[in-house]
């Protein structure tokens, strides 16, 4: 396991680079990492950002357009940092509640891969 399986993560407003939040791994499957998330202040203005994701994540197969809009509104708003503090360039992050599951990648993706 290397310090990003088993570190704690941290979530970041983009706007002011605040955080909101403490993502501490408690496992994974491969690519998915699980974590408990320790709130910080400011997290609960993001919340409603990730509830509305998770309800349109259960019905992507019937409209995957809106699913892709939730997660925008999500990424325009936070940033995701690895156990090192260096931001990660991509990333899927759902939180719900105090659990959170994400995977990530360390390129940004090419728009013409998306």
């Known amino acids: ?13 983009r706007d002011d680079g605040r955080g909101l939040a403490d993502l501490v791994v408690t496992g994974g499957d491969f690519p998915w990492l699980n974590a408990r998330v320790d709130p910080r202040e400011g997290l609960a203005e993001v919340r409603p950002l990730f ?12 409209d995957v357009e809106s699913w892709e809009r939730a997660y925008e509104a999500v990424r325009n708003v936070v940033t995701l940092r690895y156990p090192d503090g260096q931001e990660v360039p991509e990333f899927l992050l759902h939180i719900d ?14 728009e013409e891969d998306a």
């Open 1 to 13: 396991m290397s310090d990003r399986d088993d570190g704690t993560w941290t979530l970041h407003r």
């Open 51 to 62: 509830a509305e994701e998770l309800r349109l994540l259960d019905g992507i197969d019937e």
């Open 97 to 110: 509640d105090n659990e959170a599951w994400w995977r990530w990648s360390d390129e940004p993706f090419d």
